[in-house]
């Protein structure tokens, strides 16, 4: 049987940055397939996004017994300059331990740790009452648009939804057991326009600024407390991120300014709900406005449960640690598959994600995997 480290370093080698898949699927799939998995390929190419390969791979009985399902992606950014890197980014070499390579935390040895722990747990165990598979998407870290989110409306339909899934995102900052995910932040972007009056600056009254009415409103914005957080999630926040006006002249007041700003909010709003605030605060300023908003990652929750126990209980059997129930950082696929079934994130530690010299331990692949089978061992005992 292929090890974990092996198959993290055959994964690292295909140069699989989104929406290229570069044979990293098959490369899991083929692997997979030896040991009875069945795979689906699915390549979805609507919406006006990039084609995105995907794959979803079972071994069990479909509608028997319990069924998890390991969620993630192949698809990794961009390098970089390749030069700045200590070896090549996709050579996958190992050196004092380390394994290097883009993607090497996120998130292909954690996509190899679940693969082999569901190798090793049907060699051992069997799934004659129940079902292991795998979602994995090549569209993770762009447009999220044909990847996951596709994938479960076809499982949906072909009676495939698991009962629990596990994210394998790297989710650990310095050492494994820290962290589970239950749950993420929603992010809502605003694109905002103030209107103003072109003119000259020595006639101030013939124009109309919209520079410092777009200083107050950003003031406005960043001044709102927006709420206190909750036991779950930390307080909602907004980082204004640009602010632009268009006018190279030194005499002239410009026509319009403009700012983005970015909000991650928990689960106390809904989309509409900080739409109708942000308005509401900029309206106290101004009408002379426009607001296009855009969000497609709503907050979430996996409220704790047997399943997060059984989680809980193989990190901290395992390593030593009781991991944290945390709802912190960006977003994830996760945030789609919520919507199907109970949802955590735990994996490999995150401390180098997209940076130069991206690289994980290799101790550290060796015992993710021994707590995903352990995860696997207790989840259909429990």
């Not at 292929?2 to 055959?10: D, F, G, M």
């Not at 629990?164 to 995910?181: H, M």
Request: hydrophobic residues 40%.
């Amino acid at each position: 049987m292929v090890s974990p480290v092996e198959l993290t370093q055959a994964l690292i080698r295909c140069p699989s940055v989104t929406p290229v898949d570069a044979g990293a699927l098959k490369t899991l799939s083929d692997v997979l397939d030896q040991a009875g998995f069945t795979t689906h390929n699915l390549r979805f190419e609507e919406d006006g996004a990039a084609p995105i390969d995907n794959i979803f791979t079972v071994i069990g009985t479909k509608g028997s017994g319990k069924h998890i399902c390991f969620a993630g992606h192949t698809d990794v950014v961009p390098t970089g300059p390749a030069e700045k890197w200590t070896y090549p980014p996709f050579a996958a070499e190992i050196h004092d331990g380390k394994l290097y390579g883009r993607g090497a935390a996120d998130m292909k040895s954690n996509v190899a740790c679940f693969a082999v722990a569901a190798l090793r747990y049907v060699e051992k165990h069997g799934v004659s009452d129940g079902q292991i598979s795998l979602l994995i998407t090549g569209d993770e870290e762009a447009e999220a648009v044909n990847g996951t989110v596709k994938v479960l409306k076809w499982m949906e339909a072909e009676g495939f939804i698991p009962d629990a899934a596990l994210v394998g995102e790297p989710s650990n900052p310095e050492c494994l057991g820290e962290y589970i995910k239950i749950g993420r932040r929603g992010s809502f972007n605003g694109d905002l326009l103030i209107k103003g009056k072109q003119g000259h600056v020595a006639y101030p009254k013939l124009a109309r600024n919209p520079v410092p009415i777009m200083a107050k409103v950003v003031a406005a914005l960043t001044d709102e407390v927006l709420d206190e957080g909750n036991a779950h999630f930390q307080a909602s926040n907004l980082e204004v991120t640009s602010i632009h006006v268009d006018n190279t002249a030194d005499n002239v007041i410009a026509a319009e300014a403009r700012a983005k700003f970015n909000i991650r909010f928990n689960d106390e709003w809904t989309i509409d709900s900080l739409e109708q605030k942000m308005r509401a605060i900029i309206e106290d300023i101004t009408t002379d406005y426009e607001l296009n908003v855009r969000c497609n990652a709503e907050s979430f929750i996996t409220t704790p449960s047997p399943y997060t126990d059984v989680v809980v209980g193989a990190i901290k059997d395992l390593t030593g640690r009781t991991p944290e129930l945390s709802t912190s950082g960006g977003t994830s696929d996760a945030r789609f598959i919520a919507k199907y079934c109970p949802v955590v994130e735990f994996g490999i530690i995150n401390a180098t994600n997209h940076q130069i010299d991206e690289h994980v331990k290799v101790d550290d692949i060796e015992k993710l995997t021994d707590i995903y089978e352990e995860i696997l061992v207790r989840y259909f005992n429990s």
